[in-house]
């Protein structure tokens, strides 16, 4: 008999970062499951998305790039806005999609955000200083000094267009109304010391309209950024779930 193909876990970033925040985690998935990490467009190296900055405009980029990579079976990883692209895409129930996997989400409701740190926010834009003492906030655990040179290099690089955006449109985006469409698996993984989305966010805007029996897993001593801060934890609750999945949807056939 031919070997099964490998479920993929298919990563969407969070805001002004890119696809190469996963690459510790894919290392500890390999060889049991494949990863694709693409940038976002307007952030990493990926050009402004044809449709524009809109989450259903980037959830469209997403389709494509599963349908260019024919993928058969695949979890969507959403982590902080690649959470809420995720949902949306989700929500339309597209054929191999097996389960979804949020990392510090942007919740389905307008992420909560106060003027003020929104106009701090476009502010920060391109700004060395703004960028490293955003490193600084959204962070728990120390880093490496290359992880950070990444993570300050992907915000600098991204694009002012997507940057603007998000700040502006995307995270004020409500898609309550599509959750009920949302019928695969979830899990949400968070840290106990963000200061971005706290694990309350994600229990009062997020949980409730996910299925009956997601979990919402704590990531002891961690931040928001978890593919960076706790990439051994977030690889074994990204394993243990996708066992789930394969169960699921060998009962589902």
């Not at 692209?85 to 129930?93: D, F, G, P, V, Y």
């Not at 290359?146 to 603007?164: C, F, P, T, V």
């Not at 949400?188 to 966010?201: E, K, N, T």
């Amino acid at each position: 008999m031919p070997k099964a193909t490998p479920l993929t876990f298919l990563y969407l970033h969070y805001w002004a970062g890119s696809g190469r925040a996963f690459q510790a985690v894919a290392e500890r998935l390999a060889p049991d499951y494949a990863v694709l990490a693409p940038d976002l467009g307007g952030f990493g190296d990926a050009p402004a998305p044809a449709g524009g900055y809109t989450v259903d405009a980037y959830a469209d980029e997403v389709a494509a790039f599963v349908a260019a990579h024919q993928l058969t079976d695949y979890v969507l990883v959403g982590h902080s806005m690649g959470g809420k692209i995720a949902l949306a895409l989700a929500a339309r129930q597209p054929a191999g999609l097996r389960g979804v996997a949020l990392l510090s989400p942007s919740p389905p409701t307008p992420e909560p955000m106060t003027d003020a740190d929104r106009k701090a926010s476009l502010h920060a834009w391109g700004q060395r200083v703004e960028a490293e003492n955003t490193l600084q906030h959204i962070t728990a655990r120390p880093l490496a000094p290359a992880l950070r040179q990444h993570i300050l290099a992907d915000n600098l690089r991204s694009s002012k267009a997507a940057w603007d955006a998000w700040l502006l449109h995307g995270s004020r985006e409500n898609l309550v109304a599509r959750m009920c469409e949302v019928r695969v698996p979830c899990t949400i993984l968070a840290g106990d010391q963000d200061a971005v989305m706290s694990p309350s966010v994600h229990g009062l805007e997020t949980l409730p309209l996910l299925p009956e029996g997601t979990p919402l897993e704590i990531i002891a001593a961690a931040g928001h950024l978890l593919p960076y801060e706790a990439p051994d934890e977030v690889a074994t609750l990204l394993r243990a779930f996708g066992e789930k999945v394969r169960q699921w949807a060998s009962a589902a056939h």
